[in-house]
């Protein structure tokens, strides 16, 4: 599968963006998809989760604040971002976890600045 990341860009803090994850092949069936972030100088850490049956999970810097999402029908999986600070300036990646295989998307970059 081929994830395609989109949405990224500058915000101030406070502000909200919504990001995208389009998949080249039906999700309904892919058991795990997420969202992945690393800044710089960081390791890549995980930001929220979201099962084949709806259900998500959330890492506790981002809970309250974020939203995934998935459309089923047009193949694609949302990261709603609100009440962003720079402390989530990042690249964010999308996952999809098929059987043992681990696939990425290209990343969109976020940054939260005045």
């Known amino acids: 599968v081929q994830l395609q990341a989109s949405g990224g860009g500058l915000v101030q803090p406070g502000g909200s963006l919504r990001l995208s994850c389009a998949a080249s092949?039906?999700?309904?069936?892919?058991?795990?998809m997420a969202w992945y972030r690393q800044a710089p100088g960081k390791q890549r850490e995980l930001v929220a989760v979201?099962?084949?049956?709806?259900?998500?999970n959330y890492a506790d810097s981002v809970k309250g604040r974020f939203t995934i999402s998935k459309d089923n029908a047009k193949n694609t999986v949302y990261l709603q971002m609100n009440s962003l600070n720079p402390e989530d300036t990042a690249v964010y990646y999308c996952?999809?976890?098929?059987?043992?295989?681990?696939?990425w998307g290209q990343g969109t970059q976020v940054t939260v600045s005045s």
């Open positions: 996952n999809a976890v098929i059987g043992t295989q681990s696939y």
């Open positions: 979201i099962t084949r049956g709806g259900s998500t």
């Open positions: 092949r039906s999700i309904s069936s892919i058991n795990v």
